[in-house]
Nanobody, 121 residues
Framework: QLQFVESGGGLVQPGGSLTLSCAAS????????IGWFRQGPGKEREVVSC????????AFLDSVKGRFRISRDNSKNTVYLQMNSLQPEDTATYYC??????????????WGQGTQVTVSS
């Protein structure tokens, strides 16, 4: 079973950018679809964006379409989430995990510690 470590979060001003990394350990990474999720203060965890094992990505959260881009490097067992034009409502802890990805994107793997993103002036 894959385990994940998320990194790259931090404090950023509105309009700024961050790139999150999701590093996987374990075998078979290149055969799995991976998704980014987030959980804001007082909110439930929600899917942000997912990517297939061959790199076909899709944003599932309307508010991030056109601002966030998911990618992966199978040689590094890593998935990235490039986030641009960040807004205070993007403040959340961001997680990645294995997903079942088709018309929807549902988590099926274990959760890591996440990485905190805070957007504030």
């Amino acid at each position: 079973q894959l385990q994940f470590v998320e990194s790259g979060g931090g404090l950023v001003q509105p309009g700024g950018s961050l790139t999150l990394s999701c590093a996987a350990s374990g075998s078979g990474f290149s055969g799995y679809a991976i998704g980014w999720f987030r959980q804001g203060p007082g909110k439930e965890r929600e899917v942000v964006s997912c990517i297939s094992h061959i790199g076909l990505g899709n944003a599932f959260l309307d508010s991030v379409k056109g601002r966030f881009r998911i990618s992966r490097d199978n040689s590094k067992n890593t998935v990235y989430l490039q986030m641009n034009s960040l807004q205070p409502e993007d403040t959340a802890t961001y997680y990645c995990t294995v997903v079942r990805y088709g018309m929807s994107c549902r988590p099926t793997g274990s959760w890591g510690q996440g990485t905190q993103v805070t957007v504030s002036s």
